[in-house]
């Protein structure tokens, strides 16, 4: 497990491979988002991959007994074990190929999870999961902004004000969503500096995110990439739409695609065009207005979530990535 | 920390060491690939002891110190489900944090092997042994053990690993281990030869079930109600099998060791003839023998069943042993609040167990030695007396009594 599989970077669409290790057999909704990522991540990473799927809609939505989508080998992890789940069959790997148990060859291992199960419940095991530096190992939050498979709850990653099953709007409240989504990639990147890789992504740019998956795999140690997942059910849109929210949440400034290898940051996509200037932000409005969990939302909202787009961008010592600033004195 | 200085074992010999260092050696001897660690007393001794095996280069495994119980289990269910063979453990309410992993390591039939260095939970806070901790798995379909000396820790580690890993089994197994009693009491081991351990202990061999590249199968997926109960069914049934695996394991480690009692579920101690049969599990058995040697030298028709399976419950064997006293005075290190007879688990285990005699002795039961409090000789001359008085006026008075605590 020493070494990495040769996985070069893509280029141009025409190069993606055809094969497709996700396949039919899944019953995730329409527009799903998600299983894009599924699709496109595997697709990236090849066939000698083991992935492990914390409880969330890819597991409960994709893989029902007797049927599975995964054409690679795949297992279940509970909801708060993607780190854990990604460490354990790494160790098991690498033990038995270096004490001669299994033959030599690098296998690519990749665990995901939802935001509940990663940015909420999975937390400090992912923390270790990124501590050890001798495994090589992926891990995707597929972040749909909610508990989207059982009835749409909040999680510590939906956005302020967001309806859903656990916050909806009241005639006394009108916001029981009080909280601002995780800065998660940022938090996981700072807190352990050592990473190789750590990204964002989202399927709306499928061969950036393919990329991503693969400067993941070949950096050599633990690393992870956060994809905003539209999702008609819980955010409340025609399913058509998926793509153009996925765009539209980078377009207004809320979600910023970036790499940051070996320590360093690039931008990319509209983010970079809209950190050099040479794009201008979209109001946030054009994108919670499109969908019902926020069709509450009153003038005052809007600019609420707006002032806090703008404070990302313009307060921020790093736009969208670092809130802390240093002292003047 | 580590008594004795890590070695490996080519040859047989004798060791001063402690059930912790007994179960670490094992690990060696078996030639774990994955162990995970957390602290929390007093099962950790046997993780210091490994680390330290590792770190004199005396065996080579991956160690990984997990940041919760949690992870603990989860990592090793992982790395079980790759055909790597593994160890992990906790105490007290480190057990019951990793609940959740250590339920599905069952559900998922991986063969891991884990120690509870069993500990008082909380609160309030006590780090003295008692056995509630690990008798929370007996409904989850584990293999649960409990060790009395040193020697029975290395011994039924390796073959914990056999029966659990058996392609007719693959159940965890976890190995009871009294903490301070056993975990960190030393005696006198005798350390079998790598060689022999080989000539017992198969690799681990996951075959059509093992999750790699070659072998793409999809691991754990939902069943919902269409397939569940067909799947606890078969899991059942490997429980029902183990017995026989184990038997099995049994009989050849005695061939190769050496040693070993007449059954691997149940240890009679003066058995034979007793009116009054005492039955407990783990280190209390010291105590109890003493007192009943004691006993049975002034006369008395006295007894002691060493229950070391608790699953499976040798339901069998227990009935031939028990069916022929007139009293059975259990000896709970646990309790069950608001059971049928607010009394103990392993009561309620027995009780149901005799239930099907035609002639059922009186059963009392005592709870003794809470939060590692020390069950002595006296106690047990004393739950005797109580036990013979029930036989001989036909009554019971008080069905459960808690021994030696302040009123």
Redesign the interface.
């Known amino acids: 497990m020493a070494t990495v599989q040769d996985l070069p970077q893509i280029r141009g669409v025409k190069n993606i491979p055809v094969e497709e290790f996700y396949s039919s057999g899944h019953r995730t909704c329409q527009g799903c988002e998600s299983a894009l990522v599924m699709r496109l991540m595997i697709k990236a990473a090849g066939?000698?991959?083991?992935v492990?799927g914390s409880t969330g809609c890819m597991?409960?939505a994709n893989?029902?007994?007797?049927?599975?989508p995964?054409?690679?080998?795949?297992?279940?992890?509970?909801l708060?074990?993607a780190?854990?789940?990604a460490?354990?069959?790494a160790?098991?790997?690498?033990?038995?190929m270096?004490?001669g148990?299994?033959t030599q060859e690098p296998?690519n291992v990749i665990a995901f999870c939802g935001d509940g199960g990663g940015v909420d419940m999975g937390l400090?095991?992912l923390?270790?999961a990124l501590q050890?530096d001798e495994y090589n190992l992926l891990i995707i939050c597929y972040d749909n902004e909610s508990y989207a498979n059982t009835d749409i709850q909040v999680s510590g990653s939906s956005p302020w004000g967001a309806n859903s099953t656990f916050s909806p709007p009241g005639s006394e409240i009108r916001n029981m969503n009080t909280r601002w989504k995780k800065n998660m990639a940022p938090m996981l990147a700072v807190g352990h500096p050592d990473m190789k890789y750590v990204a964002t992504a989202c399927a709306s740019y499928g061969l950036d995110f393919n990329n991503k998956v693969r400067r993941a795999l070949t950096s050599g140690g633990p690393t992870f990439i956060h994809c905003i997942d539209p999702c008609p059910k819980g955010w409340d849109y025609d399913p058509k739409y998926s793509h153009e929210l996925g765009m539209l949440a980078i377009e207004t400034g809320l979600w910023i695609q970036y790499e940051i290898i070996d320590g360093e940051l690039t931008l990319n996509g509209p983010s970079r065009a809209i950190a050099k200037g040479i794009r201008k932000r979209k109001p946030v409005e054009e994108y919670l207005m499109r969908q019902g969990r926020f069709a509450h939302f009153l003038p005052e909202d809007i600019k609420k979530f707006q002032d806090k787009i703008e404070e990302t961008w313009e307060k921020w010592w790093i736009p969208g990535l670092i809130p802390i600033t240093p002292s003047q004195e | 920390m580590a008594t004795v200085k890590p070695k490996p074992y080519a040859e047989s010999k004798e060791e001063l060491i402690s059930g912790s260092e007994a179960i670490g050696i094992a690990c060696a001897l078996a030639?774990v690939?994955?162990i995970?660690a957390y602290p929390i007393r007093p099962y950790d001794t046997v993780m210091q002891y490994v680390s330290r095996l590792k770190a004199d280069g005396n065996f080579?495994?991956?160690f990984?110190v997990?940041?919760?119980e949690?992870?603990q289990f989860?990592?090793?269910?992982?790395?079980?489900?790759?055909?790597?063979r593994?160890f992990t453990g906790s105490s007290g309410v480190g057990w019951f944090y990793a609940f959740?992993?250590i339920t599905?390591t069952a559900g998922l039939r991986m063969p891991v092997v884990a120690m509870v260095g069993n500990r008082a939970l909380d609160d309030p806070g006590a780090f003295g042994v008692e056995h509630n901790d690990a008798m929370a798995v007996r409904d989850l379909g584990w293999h649960l053990y409990w060790v009395a000396t040193a020697q029975e820790a290395l011994d039924m580690a390796l073959i914990a690993w056999k029966v659990a890993e058996d392609p007719r089994v693959l159940l965890p197994f976890a190995l009871s281990c009294d903490g301070s009693f056993l975990t960190h009491s030393q005696a006198i081991v005798q350390v079998p030869s790598q060689d022999q351990v080989d000539r017992f202990l198969p690799?681990y061999q996951r075959g059509t079930l093992q999750?790699?590249?070659d072998?793409?199968?999809?691991?754990?997926?939902?069943?919902?109600e269409?397939?569940l109960m067909e799947i606890r069914k078969q899991t059942d049934e490997a429980m029902r099998r183990t017995s026989d695996v184990i038997k099995e394991a049994y009989d050849e480690f005695r061939e190769i060791f050496g040693r070993g009692d007449p059954s691997p579920f149940i240890e009679e101690y003066m058995c034979d003839d007793a009116e009054i049969i005492l039955v407990g599990m783990g280190t209390l058995a010291m105590p109890t023998r003493v007192a009943v040697r004691r006993m049975r030298e002034a006369g008395e028709k006295v007894g002691f069943l060493r229950i070391k399976f608790f699953r499976p419950f040798p339901a069998e064997e227990i009935r031939a042993v028990l069916g022929k006293a007139k009293g059975v005075a259990v000896i709970d290190r646990d309790y069950s609040y608001g059971s049928p007879s607010f009394g103990g688990v392993l009561f309620h285990e027995l009780r149901s167990t005799l239930y099907t005699l035609d002639d059922r002795p009186l059963m009392l039961n005592f709870i003794a030695g809470l939060g590692g409090r020390e069950i002595k000789v006296g106690d047990i001359g004393q739950m005797v007396e109580t036990t013979q008085t029930a036989i001989d006026t036909g009554k019971i008075e008080q069905e459960t009594t808690w021994v030696s605590v302040r009123e």
């Open positions: 066939q000698r991959t083991i492990l597991y409960v893989t029902t007994y007797y049927s599975t995964w054409v690679v080998p795949w297992m279940h992890t509970q708060g074990s780190g854990s789940a460490t354990g069959t160790a098991g790997l690498n033990s038995m270096r004490k148990k299994m296998i400090s095991a923390s270790a050890h | 030639d690939d994955v995970t080579d495994f991956d990984i997990a940041e919760s949690h992870s989860e990592i090793v269910k992982h790395a079980s489900a790759v055909g790597a593994t959740e992993a599905v690799s999750l790699h590249p072998n793409p199968i999809t691991v754990a997926p939902q069943v919902n269409d397939w």
